[in-house]
């Protein structure tokens, strides 16, 4: 199977796909803003009220909403915590201080929330849920710093190991070098990746992970807060971080820094492997070149279509999400409804499973399936699903079919769900309806490209324009619109297809990228 990832780095946000033999398995967005990617990021807080009937509180971290911690969710060892942020100061050696906490003492699984937490009470906490909907962000104090090979757990006095691991002799050998390298005061959880891994690649990841928590000690000692500690690692090297294994194709990248950052990042967890990451130099948009944005419209539509004229239609509520399976215009081709009903299902499980990921969609998810009347059909219809589901790295739930054909699902959510708008308003028209006659589109396109010429002394330029429109300006090899362009104005003209732009839209640059309309 041939894996590419494809990162689109432009003023907005970053984009990450993953393709799977040139089909779109995952969409990764992360918006360009100074805050960035908040999921896993932790923080110096600051108790803001407290909600005993739900043995919770609101943390102000700096968020428009506050942000919100259950009881149980402050950690076994939340007391170790507390007694390091109340009593760090600038003056105190932070790694004696660190070293010398006892944290032995458990809290209470059955304590109530105000025997704990005080308003105006200075907190140390993980974002583990973003904002949804009306809902702030979830926070915990287990605080945890993920790795590619281990997760390092500050007061966990812990080690465990993957399930996924199965060979006894590998846990143990993990566990004893843990332990011969593990410092005072910490734990640890092995990561899958971590099986057949020597001990300099794991010393040195667990060095890089302490020293990220240590780093944050000088700025939770000035006792400011709300304060940002430390961030999780940019979303590309996140998604490498649990994606990236040597089953890679290609990584390809239209920024020249994010190019650097993925190169270096890739070698320091897959050496030898740096040579996948390649620097994308095309001038047609990155994700147009790859088939990316094509795919985007036609999968994040409220109508998805399947094979042979069946489809889904998938709507999202405040409270779940509903997918129903029609047949559609399907032709039987002499099978009889019940088989008929049982292959659109099949086919629905592959598309259903790809679109849980592709749209990150959490909570509970409802399929309504075509109805089947025999029980070993509904029995292997689960068992597809399950199957379908098994490489799935968030935590989710199936459970059997109803007698209504109902399937339910609960996935993992710790983001909002992934939504595009894929229906456009008419840049052109603004909704009106009307638009200039496009007869005249060419002379438009002339009267500006006069402009810039005479009054711009400008003499290469790069025109961006829809397909259709791009089409009819080059058409003939020697009496082409643009063909007459140049010889007219005496000028370099190189014209670049965006199927994003409408179809009367277009846009002049300098060959060097300077926007120019």
């Given at each position: 199977m041939e894996k590419d990832l494809i990162i689109d780095v432009n003023e907005r946000e970053t984009v990450i796909a993953l393709l799977e033999d040139h089909r779109l398995v995952e969409l990764n967005k992360?918006?360009?803003?100074?805050?960035?990617?908040?999921?896993?990021?932790?923080?110096?807080?600051?108790?803001?009220?407290?909600?005993?009937?739900?043995?919770?509180?609101?943390?102000?971290?700096?968020?428009?909403?506050?942000?919100?911690?259950?009881?149980?969710?402050?950690?076994?060892?939340?007391?170790?915590?507390?007694?390091?942020?109340?009593?760090?100061?600038?003056?105190?050696?932070?790694?004696?201080?660190?070293?010398?906490?006892?944290?032995?003492h458990i809290l209470e699984k059955e304590g109530k929330i105000e025997n704990v937490l005080k308003p105006g009470q200075p907190i140390?906490?993980?974002?583990?849920?973003?904002?949804?909907?009306?809902?702030?962000?979830?926070?915990?104090?287990?605080?945890?710093?993920?790795?590619?090979?281990?997760?390092?757990?500050?007061?966990?006095?812990?080690?465990?190991?993957?399930?996924?691991i199965s060979s006894k002799e590998e846990k143990k050998r993990l566990e004893r070098l843990m332990y011969s390298i593990l410092p005072p005061n910490y734990g640890v959880i092995i990561r899958t990746a971590a099986e057949g891994k020597n001990a300099a690649i794991l010393d040195a990841e667990l060095k890089m992970l302490v020293k990220k928590w240590e780093d944050s000690w000088e700025t939770m000692a000035q006792?400011?807060?709300?304060?940002?500690?430390?961030?999780?690692?940019?979303?590309?090297?996140?998604?490498?971080?649990d994606l990236l294994n040597d089953s890679f194709t290609n990584i390809y990248v239209n920024d020249e820094e994010t190019y650097h950052e993925v190169k270096d990042y890739t070698a320091t967890i897959l050496p030898d492997h740096e040579k996948i990451v390649k620097l994308y130099k095309g001038n047609e948009p990155i994700l147009d070149h790859f088939d990316v944005t094509k795919q985007i419209k036609s999968a994040f539509g409220k109508v998805v279509p399947i094979k042979q004229g069946a489809y889904l239609v998938?709507?999202?509520?405040?409270?779940?999400?509903?997918?129903?399976?029609?047949?559609?215009?399907r032709v039987k081709t002499g099978k009889d409804q019940e088989q008929n009903a049982f292959d659109v299902n099949c086919h629905a499980a592959q598309e259903i499973a790809r679109q849980?990921?592709?749209?990150?969609?959490?909570?509970?998810?409802?399929?309504?399936?075509?109805?089947?009347?025999?029980?070993?059909?509904?029995?292997?219809?689960?068992?597809?699903?399950?199957?379908?589901m098994s490489t799935e790295r968030a935590k989710h739930n199936i459970l059997p079919l109803t007698k209504f054909g109902l399937m339910q699902i609960t996935r993992q959510r710790v983001?909002?769900?992934?939504?595009?708008?894929?229906?456009?308003?008419?840049?052109?028209?603004?909704?009106?309806?009307?638009?200039?006659?496009?007869?005249?589109?060419?002379?438009?396109?002339?009267?500006e490209l006069a402009y810039y010429v005479k009054e711009k002394n400008i003499k290469e330029l790069k025109l961006t324009v829809n397909p259709i429109v791009e089409a009819y300006l080059t058409k003939g090899v020697f009496s082409?619109?643009?063909?007459?362009?140049?010889?007219?104005?005496?000028?370099s003209i190189e014209t670049v297809i965006s199927t994003e732009m409408a179809i009367l839209d277009f846009s002049w640059t300098t060959l060097s990228g300077e926007k120019l309309s």
């Open positions: 992360e918006i360009n803003t100074e805050r960035g990617f908040c999921l896993r990021d932790v923080y110096l807080g600051k108790v803001k009220k407290l909600i005993p009937t739900l043995n919770a509180a609101f943390v102000d971290i700096g968020d428009k909403k506050d942000a919100f911690v259950h009881y149980l969710d402050l950690g076994l060892y939340f007391q170790a915590f507390d007694e390091f942020v109340r009593n760090i100061n600038p003056n105190r050696d932070f790694r004696t201080f660190f070293s010398s906490i006892d944290a032995s140390v906490v993980q974002i583990v849920k973003e904002p949804i909907s009306t809902k702030g962000s979830r926070l915990t104090s287990e605080i945890s710093i993920a790795g590619r090979n281990i997760v390092l757990l500050p007061f966990g006095d812990k080690i465990s190991v993957s399930q996924k006792q400011k807060f709300p304060k940002l500690l430390f961030s999780e690692n940019s979303k590309t090297t996140t998604v490498l971080r998938i709507e999202h509520t405040e409270a779940l999400h509903v997918i129903d399976v029609n047949s559609g215009t849980l990921k592709l749209r990150d969609m959490g909570g509970i998810i409802i399929v309504d399936f075509i109805d089947m009347d025999l029980p070993e059909n509904r029995t292997a219809l689960l068992k597809k699903m399950q199957e379908l983001r909002p769900a992934t939504e595009i708008e894929t229906m456009e308003t008419c840049p052109t028209c603004h909704g009106t309806g009307k638009i200039s006659s496009s007869i005249l589109i060419d002379e438009t396109i002339e009267r082409s619109i643009i063909r007459k362009w140049k010889k007219k104005y005496k000028v």
